[in-house]
């Protein structure tokens, strides 16, 4: 995939953080940071940044082919809930097709999203690994 350099830079936060908005006014909880609450338009909102532990509540197996990315195929996409308590999609990777399922426990890890060409720039960003057993 070709990226805007100027426009990932702009993003970099959300590519690299988990930000949740909190509304102090209904409670409600919305995916990335913003200034006011998606749902009753509340400006007394608190952005929280997840721990980036949750729990897989359903997936998907992605044979689309992403420009720049082709290795990593076929891709896991996945609903995460994180421990905060609000769902996002995220890719799952470092586990075999065949043992991934809902329930599982992962956490986010900083990966490789994909690269110009061989000797451009590479992009990172926000993936999820099942959680190191403690
Ligand atoms: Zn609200």
Same mark, same amino acid.
């Given at each position: 995939m070709k990226? /805007?350099?100027p426009i990932f830079w702009r993003n970099r936060d959300s590519h690299y953080r988990i930000k949740i908005t909190k509304c102090n006014t209904c409670g409600k909880l919305a995916y990335f940071g913003r200034d006011r609450c998606p749902y009753c338009g509340s400006r007394n909102v608190?952005?929280?940044e997840s721990k980036g532990k #949750?729990?897989?509540v359903n997936f998907t197996i992605s044979y689309y082919r992403r420009e720049g990315d082709e290795e990593h195929l076929p891709r896991i996409v996945g609903l995460i809930k994180l =421990?905060? #308590?609000i769902v996002i999609p995220g890719e799952i990777v470092d586990i075999d097709l065949g043992e991934v399922k809902e329930g599982l426990r992962v956490e986010a890890v900083l990966r490789r999203y994909s /690269?110009? =060409?061989p000797y451009g720039l590479i992009y990172y960003g926000l993936k999820f690994i099942p959680a190191l057993k403690k």
């Amino acid at each position: 995939m070709k990226h /805007s350099i100027p426009i990932f830079w702009r993003n970099r936060d959300s590519h690299y953080r988990i930000k949740i908005t909190k509304c102090n006014t209904c409670g409600k909880l919305a995916y990335f940071g913003r200034d006011r609450c998606p749902y009753c338009g509340s400006r007394n909102v608190t952005i929280i940044e997840s721990k980036g532990k #949750g729990t897989l509540v359903n997936f998907t197996i992605s044979y689309y082919r992403r420009e720049g990315d082709e290795e990593h195929l076929p891709r896991i996409v996945g609903l995460i809930k994180l =421990d905060e #308590g609000i769902v996002i999609p995220g890719e799952i990777v470092d586990i075999d097709l065949g043992e991934v399922k809902e329930g599982l426990r992962v956490e986010a890890v900083l990966r490789r999203y994909s /690269s110009d =060409d061989p000797y451009g720039l590479i992009y990172y960003g926000l993936k999820f690994i099942p959680a190191l057993k403690k």
